[in-house]
């Protein structure tokens, strides 16, 4: 178990070869056409510490060094959960005119990994962490089993409870030589603040990644960035939002470091960090 963030490296100069020598394909998201989810109908709470579905005010709003967030709320998405039946090909809207799956069953690793255990073991690292720093979390499930809303509806009770940040936790089914992480945010459509706000989270985000050596992927988005246009959690998003990939589990080699707590436990420090910086910077001064 090590104390520091996952470091990928190592896993580069393997794959660099590899990585060269394929051509470079924007495919493999995870998240064709509204694939991405997990969800119930109800807005179940099976974990009262992790989801507390009607989130009350901190008693002292004012937020401190060691607990920057207070007075924050931040809904946590776990992409993908346990089986849902015929319920999960029901169409949803994608915000965009479009529609979208009520959700998909995710990625697997080679050696067995899912999607499902994966974002859920990191969704409850990144809402401790995201606790300890003062916010009120709000997750998309009570336990691993738990199917969650469609995702449709996990970013309208985001939008309900003017959550000041949404984030999607996932790990991509993408070609087999590409590696690393990248975040997907609403491309612009609607000119609401909301589009802008999201962008500057996943820049966030992207920034606290590469500050810890994690990789922006090879083979998808540039530079760790990707406008989306079809995830319905972004489309629908009235708060800023993201959809972090944040690796590719169609990689035998990164998709094998999955499995191991200490990178899972990297990913939600730099997830937290980039969160934190985006809540706690100073608004930009107007022209
Ligand atoms: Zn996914």
């Known amino acids: 178990m090590r104390a520091t963030p996952p470091r990928l490296r190592p896993v580069r100069s393997v794959i660099v070869a590899i990585a060269a020598a394929a051509s470079l394909a924007l495919t ?18 099976a974990n009262p510490a992790e989801s507390p579905t009607t989130p009350t005010a901190p008693p002292t709003p004012t937020p401190t060094a060691e607990e920057p967030l207070i007075g ?6 776990a992409g993908h959960g346990g089986p849902v039946g015929d319920a999960m090909y029901e169409q949803v809207p994608d915000g965009r005119g479009g529609t979208v799956q009520c959700q998909t069953e995710g990625a ?10 994966f974002t859920w073991q990191t969704m409850q690292l990144l809402a401790a962490d995201l606790k300890r720093l003062g916010a009120v979390v709000i997750t998309s499930r009570g336990n691993d089993a738990d199917s969650g809303d469609c ?11 003017g959550a000041d940040a949404f984030v999607s936790i996932h790990a ?9 992480f990248f975040v997907n945010y609403p491309s612009a ?3 609401e603040p909301a589009e802008a706000q999201s962008a500057e989270l996943a820049l966030s985000i992207r920034d606290a990644m590469t500050a810890v050596d994690l990789t922006p992927s090879t083979y998808a988005g540039e530079e760790g960035l990707l406008a989306r246009d079809d995830v319905a959690e972004l489309g629908l998003a009235q708060v800023p939002a993201v ?10 080699i990164e998709g094998a470091l999955l499995a191991d707590p200490a990178v899972r436990k990297g990913y939600s420090k730099a997830l937290a ?3 934190v910086d985006f809540l706690t910077r100073p608004p930009e001064p107007a022209d």
Do not use: H
Request: with cysteine; charged share 15%; net charge negative.
């Open 28 to 45: 493999g998201c995870t998240i064709p056409s509204g694939s991405d989810a997990a969800a119930d109908t109800t807005p179940t709470s």
């Open 72 to 77: 924050k709320t931040i809904y946590v998405d």
């Open 108 to 117: 697997a690793t080679l050696s067995g990994l899912t999607e499902q255990a």
């Open 151 to 161: 995702v449709d509806q996990r970013i309208a009770a985001a939008n309900q409870a």
């Open 172 to 180: 991509d089914a993408g070609p087999e030589f590409g590696y690393g």
């Open 189 to 191: 459509a609607t000119g």
């Open 243 to 252: 959809l972090v990939q944040l690796a590719n589990m169609g990689n035998s």
């Open 273 to 275: 960090t980039g969160i």
